[in-house]
């Protein structure tokens, strides 16, 4: 079936005008989107131009669909809404679809794996990107195939059925995971909204989350430590390597930050554990790159979260405080080396209204409006099936659906705004899932794997989700469009694509169902794995707030940080009064707070065990461990300490030679193999207790 293109109609020229001003804005406003998250004169340009397109080209389609419904539905009759030739919008949407397309499916995933490749050639790089992206590209070839064969089956081999196929494949797969992240983020957006309303409230998250990303924290920057400890033993056996790699090795020094001090003082304790193979060849020294350079990622990640989460708290608790005087005074923290430029514009006492009784209110009358907004879309996901014109969102944009009427301007509007909160939707429920690994967006800091993957994503999503829009309206209004003709004719090609596309977004209800009545916190109860980055439902927030990662163990972290120098190093300056205490002087280094209930045990930790008494943690007084305690804890303390000096019975050791084993069970086994039956399965001799897989 082909496109009817009407010539007949005069050029547009004030839509025209307008629609080259709007792509000018969405340039602009992606450029300096990317200069948030990227360093964007150290960035090189095949990586900034890629993710500028991947971003740019989705939002584009997010205003191409409203000119696209007032195109198709204003007839030979002038129109008050922006409109072009159908001969444009068909070349729009072929540039923005196929360009979009080989950015999410080819060019951003090898250009990820590129930089993340941690080699020096060319060569190497592209040949790791390739094999690096060789099993995803070999389970798209697989469900491409069987896809295929259907669509042969039903429509014959032609091209045709090849462009349906490769257009149904990549929709149905992009739909599949919109759907399950809009229905997170329907309900996250508002529900986040109503806890931010109420200061108290939102304070005591903060205080329950600050343990978990301390921890965090901790552990990146140990793994950090380890990893730029292992480069200064590799710059020592430099003298035996090739030339090339000797400068390979220079360059990894120059990206290690541990003072020579400092490596000198933990060498004894990461001897063991940091050890540089006999031969260096150019496969290890690109894992190491590769590593050092994630590790210094989420280093970066979980040390921006830290800042956040502490200046959270610290204008949190000023806000608490304000009550009593009416004037709201924000504190800076000590890692801040300026104060924010935008709260001087007002005065103490205005800054005391705005933030304790406009933005409450404000907020609980915007999550009322979002939840509103979010019963709107999924109620029209469940009736566009059987009853599109009794939809809500469809009600808003064409408000007549049962007369054939031109979609003006304020129905583009409408139209652009819901496409834009669904895709809004979309990227917070991208933002609160923990299964991407390492991949997080840093303010200036973003690496540079994440950046090509995170807008990947949204390339990935924006079509579908615009298309889905799209089948909110009458059958009428929707197959006029241009946008179905490209895309929506060759979905529905086979009754499999048609079934898929009307009736799989009913399973919105799901993510929907499971954020609402926090599902995802029983699935973390159950089998101990998290799904969302921040489970504020799972957090401790129970009025005692004792045990390790409750939220009063939050609030001393909190303080500490304030306080003083920071207990990770990121202040240099003594903060004012804050949480009622006064700054303290500053230290001689960084150093961890322990929680009480781990202080013992982690004292006791060897050479190996993370952090180490010597050079991380601080010498604590043992009346605080006493005014810290309750009954409860110093009596769990006493039976703890119990278990863990006594000492283990030999026959529990399994090292009592005297118990003979029989022969089936491996007692004739020779002196010198020390392998276990389990340790075979998986792979033979096991290396400091971890069972090869």
């Not at 829009?469 to 469009?481: A, C, E, G, Y």
């Amino acid at each position: 079936m082909s496109l009817p293109v009407a010539t007949s109609s005069p050029a547009p020229v004030g839509s025209g005008i307008f629609m080259i001003v709007a792509l000018l804005v969405i340039s602009i406003l992606v450029l300096l989107l990317l200069r948030h998250y990227l360093p964007l004169r150290s960035t090189p340009v095949f990586l900034s131009f890629p993710v500028f397109l991947a971003l740019a080209l989705p939002a584009s389609v997010v205003l191409l669909v409203p000119v696209d419904l007032t195109s198709s539905t204003k007839g030979n009759e002038p129109s008050s809404g922006i409109w072009l030739p159908k001969r444009v919008m068909l070349v729009s949407w072929r540039i923005a679809y196929w360009l979009t397309f080989v950015m999410t499916w080819v060019i951003l995933p090898l250009l990820g794996e590129y930089v993340d490749s941690g080699y020096r050639t060319l060569k190497d790089r592209i040949l790791y990107s390739l094999r690096s992206n060789g099993r995803y590209q070999l389970i798209v070839l697989g469900s491409g195939i069987a896809g295929l064969v259907y669509v042969s089956i039903q429509n014959g081999f032609d091209f045709t059925s090849i462009k349906a196929l490769v257009m149904a494949l990549a929709y149905f797969w992009g739909l599949a995971l919109a759907i399950y992240l809009m229905g997170h983020g329907l309900v996250a957006i508002p529900r986040t909204l109503i806890r931010n309303a109420n200061p108290g409230n939102k304070l005591r998250r903060l205080q329950a989350r600050a343990p978990r990303i301390y921890d965090r924290l901790t552990d990146s920057m140990a793994d950090l430590e380890d990893l730029e400890f292992q480069v200064s033993q590799l710059r020592k056996r430099k003298t035996g390597v090739p030339h090339d790699l000797q400068e390979w090795i220079d360059e990894l020094v120059d990206m290690t930050s541990i003072p020579e001090s400092r490596l000198r003082a933990s060498a004894s304790a990461n001897d063991s554990r940091s050890s540089v193979p006999s031969i260096i060849t150019t496969r290890y020294l690109a894992d190491i790159t590769r590593r050092l350079g994630r590790a210094r990622h989420q280093n970066a990640r979980f040390t921006n979260s830290w800042e956040r989460l502490v200046q959270d708290a610290a204008d949190t608790q000023s806000i608490i405080d304000s009550s009593a005087s009416k004037r709201l005074e924000f504190s800076l923290p000590s890692f801040r080396s300026s104060p924010n430029t935008s709260r001087t514009f007002t005065t103490p006492t205005v800054r005391y209204y705005i933030h304790v009784h406009i933005l409450p209110v404000a907020r609980l009358i915007l999550a009322g409006f979002f939840s509103l907004a979010s019963a709107c879309v999924v109620w029209s996901e469940i009736v566009k099936s059987f009853a599109p014109r009794v939809s809500i969102v469809t009600l808003s944009v064409v408000h007549n659906p049962t007369k054939s009427e031109p979609i003006g301007f304020l129905g583009q509007v409408t139209s652009a705004a819901w496409i834009f909160y669904m895709c809004s939707a979309a990227f917070v429920g991208i933002s609160d899932a923990r299964v991407w690994g390492n991949r997080a967006l840093v303010p200036r800091n973003t690496y540079s794997e994440s950046a090509c993957w995170y807008a990947g994503q949204i390339a990935k999503l924006t079509v579908p989700l615009s298309y889905n829009f799209l089948t909110f309206l009458p059958q009428d209004i929707q197959k006029k469009t241009t946008f179905y003709h490209f895309l929506g004719r060759l979905i529905n090609l086979t009754p499999l694509g048609k079934g898929f596309d009307y009736a799989f977004p009913i399973f919105i209800l799901i993510p929907v169902c499971a954020t609402l009545f926090n599902l995802y916190g029983r699935v973390k109860r159950w089998f101990d794995f998290g799904l969302l980055e921040d489970e504020d439902e799972n957090v401790t927030l129970n009025d005692s707030g004792f045990g390790v990662g409750g939220w009063r163990e939050g609030r001393e972290l909190i303080e500490r940080e304030l306080s003083g120098p920071g207990s990770l190093g990121l202040s240099s300056q003594t903060a004012p009064l804050v949480y009622g205490r006064t700054a303290s002087a500053p230290s001689s280094g960084p150093t961890i707070r322990v929680p009480p209930a781990e202080r013992s045990r982690t004292q006791r930790q060897g050479p190996t065990g993370r952090p180490t008494p010597t050079t991380r943690i601080p010498t604590v007084a043992p009346e605080e461990d006493e005014e810290d305690e309750n009954f409860f804890q110093s009596f769990v303390h006493r039976v703890r300490n119990t278990f863990e000096t006594a000492s283990t019975p030999q026959w529990f050791r399994g090292d009592n030679v005297s118990i003979q084993r029989p022969r089936w069970l491996g007692g004739q086994e020779p002196e010198g193999n020390t392998t276990t039956g389990l340790g075979r399965w998986f792979g033979g001799r096991p290396a400091e207790g971890q069972v090869r897989i």
